[in-house]
C-alpha cells in the first residue's frame, strides 16, 4: 500500500495571460518545490482548478506532471466529477497518465440527494474502476457538504480505498474517523491551519496549500511532531496559522497564486470567474510572508 506519511503541496495550475494551460510553468514549480524533502504533489485539487478545465486539458495535466514529478515523489490526481462515470473516467486517466493515487471530491450539486447510501455507492463503483488507490476527499467549504464520520467509516470500508484528505478542520470527527476505520486507513490534514491538531488525532500527514510558498515551515511541523519536539512543532504551527488563512479560506486560489509569484515561483492568474486580488490584499499577503520571512525559492 502507498504510505501517504508527510507533506503534499496541491500544486495550482498555471495559466498563461489569455489563461491557456502553460504547462512548462506548472513543470518549473514541480522542479523548484523537489529540492525540499516533500513525499510528493497533488495535481487538479481544490488549488488546481480541476472544475475550470475541460476534460483534454485534465488529461494534458495529469501527463505533464507526471513527466515532472521526480520518480521517487508520490503523484496524486484529482479526479473528483459530479457523475460517478465522470469520476471513473478522470481516474482512469490519471492511472494511464502514471498517477499512484487518486483523490476524490464527493459530488455535491444534488445535495439533498447525497444520502450515506449514494455517497458509499458512488465512492465504491469508482474504487471498483480505478486501478489505482482512492482517496475520499471532503471539502465542505467547496461542496457545501460535510460528510459525517459514519458514511466516511462506510466508505473506508472498501479495500481500494485507502485513506482520506479532511479540509473540513473538525478534529474531533477525525479522531471519531480513526477510531473506527481499519488501521491501515491514511488520514491528511487539508490544511496548514489545523496540521498539528490532526496528528494528534491520528493524522499521517497534509495536503496543504501552504506548502507551495511554505514547505519548509509545513514539513517542519510534521518531522518535529514525529521526532518528538512538541514544543518545536507548536511553536512553527502558531506562525503558519495567518498567512495560511490568508492563501486558502480568505482570498483562495488568486491568493495563493499572488503569494507564489512573491516567493518566486509562477502563480500567475486563475481562470474566470476567479479573478485576481487588488493591491491592497496582495500588500497584506506580502507582509505575512515577509514576517515569516520565507523570500524567494
Known amino acids: 500500500m502507498i504510505k501517504l506519511n508527510g507533506i503534499f503541496p496541491p ?29 510528493g504533489f497533488l495535481v487538479l485539487g481544490s488549488n488546481g482548478e480541476l472544475v ?17 514529478i521526480p520518480k521517487n515523489k508520490i503523484m496524486l490526481a484529482g479526479t473528483g466529477a459530479q457523475t460517478t462515470r465522470g469520476t471513473i473516467s478522470n481516474s482512469k486517466a490519471a492511472a494511464n497518465a502514471g498517477a499512484d493515487a487518486v483523490l476524490v471530491l464527493n459530488p455535491s450539486y444534488y445535495k439533498n440527494q447525497m444520502t450515506q447510501n449514494v455517497l458509499v455507492t458512488h465512492y465504491w463503483s469508482v474504487a471498483e474502476a480505478s486501478k489505482i488507490p482512492v482517496i475520499i476527499y471532503n471539502m465542505p467549504a467547496n461542496t457545501g457538504l460535510d460528510m459525517d464520520a459514519d458514511t466516511i467509516v462506510k466508505i473506508s470500508e472498501h479495500e481500494n480505498i485507502i485513506g482520506m484528505k479532511d479540509s473540513g478542520g473538525n478534529v474531533v470527527k477525525m479522531g471519531d474517523v480513526k477510531r473506527m476505520v481499519k488501521p491501515e486507513f491514511q488520514i491528511l ?30 514539513i517542519s511541523v510534521y518531522d518535529d511532531y514525529f521526532s518528538g519536539n512538541i514544543e518545536k512543532a507548536h511553536k512553527t504551527q502558531l506562525e503558519l ?17 499572488a ?9 500567475g492568474t486563475a481562470r474566470k470567474p ?12 506580502i507582509e505575512l510572508i515577509d514576517i515569516l520571512g520565507l523570500g524567494a525559492h
Open 189 to 218: 490534514a487539508g490544511s496548514a491551519g489545523f496540521l498539528l491538531p490532526a496528528f494528534t488525532m491520528g493524522a499521517v500527514g497534509g495536503i496543504l496549500a501552504l506548502a507551495n510558498i511554505a514547505p519548509k515551515k509545513c
Open 52 to 68: 475550470n478545465l475541460t476534460e483534454e486539458e485534465i488529461r494534458n495535466v495529469y501527463a505533464a506532471a507526471r513527466e515532472a
Open 11 to 39: 500544486l495550482p495550475t498555471s495559466f498563461d495571460e489569455n489563461e491557456e494551460l502553460a504547462l512548462d510553468k506548472l513543470n518549473n514549480n514541480i522542479a523548484a518545490l523537489s529540492r525540499y524533502n516533500l513525499s
Open 274 to 285: 476567479l479573478l485576481p486580488i487588488n493591491n491592497e490584499i496582495k500588500k497584506q499577503i
Open 241 to 257: 496559522i495567518p498567512i495560511n488563512a490568508a492563501v486558502t479560506s480568505k482570498w483562495g486560489v488568486p491568493g495563493l497564486k
Open 259 to 267: 503569494a507564489m509569484d512573491y516567493v518566486g515561483l509562477f502563480g
